[in-house]
């Protein structure tokens, strides 16, 4: 039941805010339909801790701890955004840059997007899962053209265009791997392309097919995930979209591809053994590493730093899945977890600046603790936070990938490891502290915080701080779960 | 049912995936934009026959409804959706590819022979639909390479659309098409995906006074 109501809930919200004309309603609709998916979230979380898992509508709808775990962040990341925006929106209305009309099309396409990011995790049919994959691309395009600046029109149109084509690969995959079970499963029912199915009869699959098939989802969801050199389009994305839409497209979206492609990862490794699946993810995962961190030291843009960043943690958790073992999945999960606790606050700092000096150009805006001084520190926070710094959680979770692959794999996969996340640690702080700290800008005086803007970030920061010194058991014990079934499949 | 429907019915699929590659070329030359959504509507309305045609010979009677649906979306609604963003924004050519056009042919001869090498491990197992399996592979690198070569967001759109026909036909030619409900699902996101589309490109022509994207070039780095 929690399930249907997961996915009725942003649908009501969004039909509610087509409907409804006042600016103060929407806003009300859209927090109060976010507490509530998160109570359904973590509902959720506590019926698979009981049955391992739930399903609905015949096994249409589907969730192991994996999903719930994907679920939990979603509905927590829309969450922060919905109290987030309120603030940063009215900032908006107020100086004109957008009007009551596109504001409303922002609370009714975030639901849509919310409901496209859930359906993916719960649904069972892997063909569903790629239906859900588009839409959300879909609900987002307008969100990331939403100020209709030649800017923004760009990076929607670059977003768009590329995402489809990598998810038009992800179809082809997905059609090939229903080929590879077809003379197992038959091609007559739904149930051909259920993941519970494939898994039953995963050993009986064509294997030749089934290698084939994971390339191009790997290829395809990696490009929505912002695998390197699949990520042309993120820096546009998330340094043009409204702040709360970019925090859910790096802290959200991201995790939903790469549960995209783990439910493939998990079937290849059944069938095929888990060597090429991983390998292959150990690759990439190198790679966007190895690619994200000059651009972090040169960049001039705070908006674009953080979408590098988003694929350098990509990165790391794709390392962690790959040196595989008992505990290379937990601590990419683990990443998982803290990446997206923390993530949001960062794009909500940048928001506020942003919105304050008018640029996201770093060479423009110097002297932030002056100005907006909560802002100021949350950044500096975040900043340790999200570069693995302890006591940050993020810290626990690298040095779990790190020592799963020391454990696992040869040293040098460590050491490029180490040499990536320090000099993305050094650079990062570079940046950030120049902003932060520095002479203020001439002609410019303090202006005060809105709490709209700073309660979710203190919710997140603490958050943030008691997630890194005591993680609660169910949730320990949620992500143990999650990882046993991405690694202990074999 | 008799030998000779059958016989019938497998070279009826052959000729329109064959169909469906000769308009697939043409586009690669054809400049008016019109006339390349018209050529995209025939493409599609070729695809809606070889799916009733697969639906005829393997009595798999779900395709029928695919093949319906691709009739009805994918043969009238789209153009009409695409003949509208042009008569808004006013377009009727597209400008030169990054390749010029004899080049971008050869190419796409070049890009048919690797869909046939691409396709020949899989022909074994699936006896008479080798062809339009190929002919689908062709049709889905021809696809992509037309999106990067075209400036005009209109065309690249289409060439985005004759991918996603070609990764059509490779489903019908491997597995009778996927389950109806994932079918539909794809049908719909391809219809909205369209809409938006339009609805970006009309806001692209407005601000850039243009609609070609090789003007998209501010963000980099």
């Excluded at chain 1, 960062?346 to 802002?375: E, S, Y």
């Excluded at chain 2, 329109?16 to 050529?39: E, S, W, Y």
């Excluded at chain 2, 400008?95 to 022979?113: F, Q």
């Amino acid at each position: 039941m929690s399930l249907v109501l997961l996915l009725l809930a942003p649908l009501v919200e969004a039909a509610a805010c087509g409907l409804l004309r006042s600016r103060r309603w929407m806003e009300r609709v859209s927090l109060i339909s976010a507490a509530i998916n998160l109570a359904l979230a973590v509902r959720l979380v506590q019926n698979v801790a009981r049955f391992q898992s739930v399903s609905a509508f015949d096994g249409f709808l589907y969730a192991d701890a994996l999903s719930a775990l994907v679920v939990l962040l979603t509905a927590f990341v829309s969450f922060v955004c919905a109290i987030y925006a309120v603030g940063y929106f009215r900032t908006d209305l107020e100086r004109g840059s957008i009007t009551l009309r596109r504001l409303k099309e922002y609370y009714i396409l975030t639901p849509l997007f919310v409901f496209a990011l859930f359906l993916v995790a719960l649904a069972n049919n892997l063909g569903i899962m790629w239906v859900a994959i588009e839409g959300s691309t879909l609900a987002s395009v307008l969100l990331i053209a939403f100020y209709n600046q030649k800017t923004s029109l760009e990076a929607a149109w670059k977003y768009i265009i590329i995402g489809s084509m990598g998810i038009s690969m992800a179809l082809f995959g997905t059609l090939l791997t229903y080929y590879a079970a077809s003379h197992v499963v038959g091609t007559e029912s739904i149930e051909g392309l259920n993941w519970t199915r494939l898994m039953l009869a995963a050993s009986s699959l064509n294997p030749k097919a089934l290698r084939l098939a994971f390339l191009f989802i790997l290829m395809g969801y990696g490009t929505k995930a912002g695998i390197a050199p699949m990520h042309t389009w993120k820096p546009d994305s998330y340094s043009e979209a409204p702040a709360p839409s970019a925090a859910i497209l790096a802290a959200a979206v991201l995790n939903c591809a790469l549960y995209g492609i783990l439910r493939f990862h998990i079937l290849a490794s059944r069938c095929l053994g888990p060597e090429f699946s991983s390998g292959l993810l150990l690759w990439f995962g190198l790679g966007s590493l190895l690619i994200a961190t000059p651009f972090i030291l040169v960049q001039t843009n705070f908006r674009r730093l953080l979408a590098y960043s988003s694929i350098d943690h990509t990165g790391i958790m794709l390392v962690g899945f790959g040196v595989g073992g008992s505990l290379g999945p937990f601590g990419a999960l683990l990443h998982m977890f803290y990446h997206a606790i923390t993530k949001p606050l960062l794009f909500f700092c940048a928001g506020n600046v942003q919105q304050q000096f008018g640029t996201a150009t770093f060479r423009k805006v110097g002297g932030v603790i002056h100005l907006m001084p909560v802002t100021a520190v949350l950044f500096l926070a975040g900043t340790l936070a999200v570069t693995g710094t302890p006591p940050a959680g993020l810290f626990q979770s690298e040095l779990t990938v790190l020592s799963a692959s020391v454990q696992g794999r040869s040293l040098w996969i460590a050491s490029i490891f180490v040499g990536c996340v320090v000099t993305i640690f050094a650079g990062f702080l570079y940046h950030v502290g120049h902003l932060a700290l520095g002479a203020p800008r001439i002609g410019m005086n303090r202006t005060a915080e809105s709490w709209w803007r700073l309660l979710p970030m203190l919710l997140i920061a603490a958050l943030t701080l008691l997630f890194g010194f005591w993680l609660p058991s169910p949730l320990l014990r949620l992500i143990q779960q999650a990882g046993q079934i991405v690694g202990g499949a074999r | 049912m008799s030998y000779d429907s059958v016989e019938l019915g497998h070279r009826l699929i052959t000729l329109m995936a064959a169909a469906m590659l000769v308009v697939q070329m043409l586009l690669v030359g054809q400049r008016l934009l019109p006339t390349v959504i018209a050529l995209f509507s025939l493409q599609s309305f070729f695809l809606a026959c070889l799916a009733a045609a697969v639906a005829y010979v393997n009595q798999a009677h779900h395709v029928y409804i695919a093949a319906g649906l691709t009739l009805l979306l994918k043969v009238i609604v789209m153009p009409l959706l695409l003949r509208r963003i042009i008569r808004q924004t006013d377009t009727q050519e597209e400008v030169e590819g990054y390749l010029n056009t004899p080049a971008s042919i050869l190419i796409c001869g070049g890009l048919t022979l690797l869909g046939y090498l691409v396709a020949h491990p899989f022909s074994q197992s699936q006896g008479h639909s080798h062809g339009s399996l190929a002919v689908a592979t062709a049709l889905f690198l021809i696809g992509f390479f037309l999106m990067m070569n075209r400036r005009k967001a209109i065309s690249q759109v289409v060439a985005l659309l004759t991918a996603e026909n070609g990764l059509f036909l490779a489903a019908i030619a491997l597995t009778y098409g996927m389950p109806l409900i994932v079918e539909v699902g794809i049908l719909f996101d391809l219809l909205v995906g369209v809409m938006i589309l339009g609805i970006l490109t009309y806001r692209i022509a407005e601000t850039f006074e243009s609609m070609d994207t090789s003007k998209l070039r501010r963000l980099r780095g």
